[in-house]
């Protein structure tokens, strides 16, 4: 018992954060506990007309704080004298501007409740037109293209672009913000104890992925490049980093005021941090060539291979490729849809209207009758569409969709585009609307393997974790017969806790590498989709409408 050792797994969602303690032994789950973001439910600070959505970081400290505390107290009696190692993943690209002690403006006197000096999550897309400049000066000047190893395109939804929109709409951000950092980063700053901006150990997967650094550039983008950008950019650089470490390395230990908050030792190791879907991927036993799919609200596309296979290659339109950035010692690429089940919450929302609207203009119903209907029916609704579509034969619809309600994060990132519809009649129902929607979601996953194909990359297999694969057996089925190749589903609930867990065994140095801390630590797999070939021979067809279909609809939105 004297030799039993747990670490911490802390996975920082979009509406929550969840912790986990695990034995280093063999990965098994002792305690988990989530924590739903206050202000966030509520929708504080966010304003989807103009696509900002933002978080305070109070949001994160008191989640943190209550999740841990309360997975101690769940774990049997003596854990937590056990518990040797935490590491945490986040969303992101998240930044935050931080005052020179490193402390988030939004928790400094004046900025209490100025989404500008808030984190700035993944799916804000209010920098667009910063992300077109940076793409266009990048392509253009006579210096080095910074966005050659993130696709050759870089996103509204990444660093530079944020912090270049948001010192550009808010004077007092520009006069109070000293410098930057990214959620992931700042969570071991703050447990550790050391938010100096100019010494927080900074993620090899957020800064490779999300702020074009690069070895090969000696770091960032040059200063030139970034005053060039815009001078209000000007000296940032130096206030940043130039240095990256991969999640296998400690940024540190728990400093005494967060060991007696927690009720922990102040000799627990704290991981370097780094985004959701990279770790995500440690957790669900990433092996090279093997794309790791975390199918959620969004999708995040992993994908790992030995450095000295792909070489000098640059891979066009995907998001990101950095040695260390998943595995360290392999090459990380990174791709993405930027709407999935997001998607389908969409199309509910939709139907929902009059039960949500007109259904409280009712007098047939009193207030306790009209909730319990509402949510009986909107629990009910997605689950009834996804028995009525399976139902549903191959391009029995004539339906074919976009998936870019959210605009498309790979491949060629491009946020100005939008989703449609074509082949609708009057015989249209909401089953039929909501299949061709389905069929959408699988048709980008699909455009994401080909191009890695296309420019030399292979998948042999593919892995899924999230809610999805747990949830829909249909929504599976049919992105396996467009994808044509069989996926494998994580056992795990909590893919991305548990690749946390992995990285804080090795942090805390129970293992000698996240490989070894795989092995020992993983829980394998529940189920594997095959494809059924007449199906995928039917979809390869559609799939070439949704091509023509798609390429048609950007023409037309990117033509002046």
């Known amino acids: 018992m004297s030799e039993e050792k747990f670490v911490i797994g802390i996975d920082f969602g979009t509406d929550s954060v969840r912790s986990v303690i695990v034995d280093t032994c063999n990965g098994d789950e002792i305690a988990n506990v989530v924590y739903y973001y206050s202000r966030w439910e509520k929708g504080e600070y966010c304003d989807p007309a103009i696509n900002q959505f933002r978080q305070h970081p109070l949001d994160y400290i008191e989640g943190l704080t209550y999740t841990i505390k309360e997975a101690i107290a769940q774990a049997p009696a003596g854990i937590a004298d056990k518990i040797v190692g935490i590491s945490i993943d986040t969303t992101g690209s998240t930044p935050v501007a931080v005052d020179k002690k490193g402390t988030p403006l939004a928790l400094t006197k004046g900025f209490e409740e100025n989404p500008n000096a808030m984190f700035i999550i993944w799916k804000d897309h209010t920098a667009v037109k910063e992300a077109e400049e940076i793409n266009n000066l990048a392509h253009s000047w006579d210096g080095v293209d910074y966005t050659k190893y993130v696709g050759g395109v870089y996103s509204s939804e990444w660093f530079w672009a944020k912090i270049l929109h948001t010192l550009r709409v808010d004077e007092t951000i520009r006069e109070s913000a000293y410098s930057w950092v990214e959620h992931c980063d700042w969570i071991p700053a703050l447990l550790t104890g050391n938010t100096d901006p100019l010494a927080i150990k900074r993620s090899r997967c957020a800064a490779g992925h999300k702020a074009m650094w690069h070895e090969s550039f000696g770091g960032l983008p040059s200063e030139g490049f970034l005053e060039k ?69 969004s999708t995040c596309d992993m994908l790992i291979a030995p450095m000295e296979e792909i070489g000098d290659k640059t891979i066009r339109g995907i998001c990101g490729q950095v040695d260390g950035s998943i595995i360290p010692g392999m090459l990380g690429m990174e791709a993405g849809q930027s709407a999935f089940g997001d998607i389908y919450a969409w199309f509910r929302n939709i139907l929902l209207f009059p039960i949500e609207n007109l259904l409280q203009k009712s007098s047939l119903l ?24 399976e139902k549903l034969s191959i391009d029995e619809t004539g339906i074919v969709a976009l998936d870019w309600m959210n605009g498309r994060r790979t491949p060629d990132a491009n946020q100005l585009l939008k989703g449609g519809i074509a082949g609708l009649n009057l015989g249209s129902d909401a089953a039929k609307i909501f299949r061709a929607l389905v069929e959408a979601t699988a048709f980008g996953a699909k455009k994401i393997v080909d191009r890695f194909i296309a420019e030399g990359v292979s998948i ?43 990285c804080a065994a ?6 000698d590498s996240i490989e070894q801390a795989q092995k020992n630590m993983g829980n394998g797999f529940e189920k594997q989709y095959q494809p059924h070939p007449e199906s995928a021979e039917k979809y390869n067809l559609l799939y070439n409408k949704y091509s023509k279909f798609g390429n048609f609809t950007e023409s037309a939105l990117t033509s002046h």
């Open 506 to 511: 090795t942090a805390a140095g129970v293992y």
């Open 229 to 297: 950008l815009d001078p209000l950019l000007k000296g940032l650089r130096s206030r940043l980093y130039q240095h990256t470490f991969t999640s296998d390395v400690k940024a540190g230990i728990l400093s005494p005021e967060w060991a007696e908050k927690l009720g922990l030792s102040e000799n627990v190791a704290i991981g370097v941090g780094a985004f959701d879907a990279h770790i995500g991927a440690i957790g669900a036993e990433i092996e090279a060539y093997i794309l790791c799919k975390v199918m959620g609200t």
């Open 366 to 389: 009193n207030k306790g009758e009209k909730e319990k209907l509402v949510k009986d029916i909107s629990d009910r609704l997605l689950p009834e569409l996804l028995r009525e579509a």
């Open 460 to 502: 042999n297999g593919v892995i899924a974790l999230g809610g999805i694969p747990k949830k829909s057996p249909f929504i599976m089925q049919v992105v396996c017969d467009v994808l044509n190749m069989p996926i494998k589903v994580a056992r795990s609930d909590q893919t991305c806790a548990l690749g946390a867990a992995m």
